[in-house]
């Protein structure tokens, strides 16, 4: 491979050697095989182009300082799709399969890895479509099950530093009772018009509210939402967020750290009463929030006066990625290493 210019690498598609596929056919699922094209050959009636049988997946590998490769908490996104193939009727991914696929398609690409201390990592994409055909709605009854890795930089180009967000009121992403809580295609085709309209006017996503009441924090675009009031981390419990594993960790740290952990309703008057807001994600870890504009009422909500990132902000996400990249003790066991 070419050199690579690791410390400007964005948050992006990139190209390596190989990819894992398996497939469900007659009510099992067969063996790993590993492919070195790009493209998936599909039935034109194949549900996940269809009726959206699609859900995903993204988890990080680092490279530490003391040169070992971790994967961070992968049991839980593979319960995570577990659970999003049971909310859209897909075939179940079973966790030793999930494993099996993802840590091989790590190490069919290991050199990919971005080294220790770039601020890059290897984003790893596991996938699971309806792939058998159905013009009636129903469930497909074949599935195919991917994954793919690639080398990335940070997802905001601000890196952690704080970024702008708006309140949208004339957009949902999920229905109250709706698939929000899953990780699926559906949910993002909801965000895009909303959250490109976002970038046009300047900010770096959206912040949504809950659907039935527009009273509530929901999620901040595709990130989870996270308030710091004194020595309290409080983030929103509605049943249209997707249970976020940087956000269970991040309350984790938190309680470690001696902070209050609430998971409560947020409503939207509350946002002028925090010290410090973020969001929070695979992708970013923490992002922390500058300003918040609500972009029908014109209400403004300021942090970071001093344009950096808040304190409490800034020691969760030092924990984190200290953590991820084995410089911090692992005391939650986290981390698999990746041999
Ligand atoms: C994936 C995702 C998140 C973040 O979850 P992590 O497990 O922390 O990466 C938050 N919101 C939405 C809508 C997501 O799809």
């Known amino acids: 491979m070419e050199a690579t210019d690791w410390k400007n690498l964005p948050f992006g598609y990139f190209k390596t050697d190989y990819n894992i596929r398996c497939y469900y056919r007659n009510g099992k699922w067969g063996e790993l095989e590993v492919s070195s094209s790009e493209y998936v050959s599909l039935h034109m009636a194949a549900t996940c182009l269809h009726y959206g049988q699609e859900a995903f997946e993204g988890l990080k590998v680092f490279r530490g300082a003391d040169g070992k490769v971790r994967i961070f908490r992968w049991e839980e996104n593979a319960k995570r799709m577990q659970n999003s193939a049971y909310g859209i009727m897909m075939a179940n991914v079973p966790s030793e399969l999930f494993k099996e696929a993802v840590f091989k398609a790590v190490k069919l690409n290991e050199k990919y890895i971005p080294p220790y201390g770039e601020g890059a990592s290897l984003y790893v994409r596991p996938l699971l479509i309806g792939s058998g055909p159905q013009v009636g709605v129903k469930p497909a009854s074949e599935y195919m099950f991917m994954v793919f890795v690639g080398p990335v930089g940070p997802y905001f ?28 295609g559906g949910n993002y085709a909801a965000s895009l018009r909303s959250g490109e309209r976002a970038h046009d006017e300047g900010f770096a996503s959206v912040l949504f509210l809950d659907a039935k009441e527009k009273k509530y924090i929901d999620e901040a675009g595709p990130a989870n939402f996270f308030g710091i009031k004194g020595n309290t981390y409080i983030t929103p419990n509605s049943h249209s967020i997707l249970p976020s594993i940087t956000n269970m960790s991040l309350r984790e740290i938190a309680k470690d750290l001696g902070l209050t952990v609430e998971q409560r309703s947020i409503a939207v008057d509350e946002l002028g009463s925090f010290d410090e807001v973020g969001a929070c994600g695979t992708a970013a870890v923490i992002s922390p929030i500058k300003k918040i504009l609500d972009r029908e009422t014109c209400t403004v909500y300021e942090y970071c006066k001093d344009g950096k990132a808040g304190p409490i902000s800034t020691k969760l996400y030092n924990q984190l990625r200290g953590i991820q990249e084995g410089t911090v003790e692992d005391k939650f066991n986290w981390n698999t290493i990746i041999e």
């Open 157 to 184: 180009k601000e890196g952690f530093n704080p970024v702008n967000i708006q309140i949208v009121r004339d957009y949902d992403r999920a229905a109250p009772l709706g698939t929000g809580s899953y990780k699926v």
